[in-house]
């Protein structure tokens, strides 16, 4: 069973729309959670990290764990086409990052 | 910012050739990473380092060798390039758990 688990299907949305991202995880023992983006032919920069459950808000960005489902989630509000790019989840599992296979995310303006 | 640097970013080479791409970071951190990533797929860890002169193997397999003989500088070489290599590679630093990624080096095997 792979340790993050993301639905890699494109995701295109209007300027202003609300983007909505998802993964689940494995090991309900994994506690920090994390999101990167990464714009064509860059690296993966960090978005936002959480510890444990709850939420955690940075400007246009909320990130969500579950950790009774072992869900995470990125929500962006506002959506710009500046925000186009793949993102990826991933936590930190075996003393390592696990990735997702990321989502990329078309905003259209 | 991150200051984590690769070099080259793009590379051209034919089947049987040496190479090392290189990793640089300048933010004093210990633990360094290198990754190899394919459109659509997840990212894969080949070598990871906690420290100078340590260096192991990570999660997937790979053919490539790593050094770290210095704490900034953490090379990454192929002793004889395949065009099963062709990928992009991705080095990472860390102090904490969160990593800081450099640009990248994509590398095409002919």
């Known amino acids: 069973q792979k340790e993050v688990e993301q639905d890699p299907g494109p995701l295109s949305v209007p300027e202003g729309a609300i983007v909505s991202l998802n993964c689940t995880y494995s090991?309900?023992?994994?506690?920090?959670f994390m999101w990167y983006r990464q714009y064509s032919r860059k690296g993966p920069e960090l978005l936002m990290y959480?510890?444990?459950?709850g939420n955690k808000e940075d400007g246009r960005f909320t990130a969500q764990v579950d950790k009774s489902s072992k869900y995470i989630s990125l929500f962006i509000r506002d959506s710009q086409p500046s925000d186009s790019a793949t993102y990826l989840c991933?936590?930190?599992?075996?003393?390592?990052?696990?990735f997702g296979k990321g989502n990329q995310v078309v905003v259209i303006p | 910012e991150a200051d984590i640097y690769q070099t080259p970013r793009y590379l051209v080479i034919g089947t049987g050739k040496k190479i090392t791409l290189e990793c640089s970071q300048t933010?004093?951190?210990?633990?360094m990473y290198w990754y190899q990533q394919d459109p659509g797929m997840e990212l894969h860890l080949i070598h990871y380092?906690?420290?100078?002169?340590?260096?192991e193997k990570g999660d997937l397999s790979s053919e490539s060798t790593v050094s770290r003989i210095r704490t900034e500088h953490f090379p990454l070489t192929l002793e004889s390039a395949r065009p099963s290599h062709t990928s992009q590679y991705l080095c990472?630093?860390?102090?904490?758990?969160?990593?800081?990624f450099g640009p990248g080096t994509r590398l095409t095997v002919t």
């Open positions: 991933a936590t930190v599992g075996l003393n390592r990052l696990a």
């Open positions: 959480t510890y444990s459950s």
């Open positions: 933010m004093g951190h210990d633990k």
């Open positions: 380092s906690y420290g100078v002169n340590s260096t």
């Open positions: 990472a630093s860390s102090l904490g758990v969160e990593q800081y």
């Open positions: 090991n309900s023992a994994f506690q920090y």
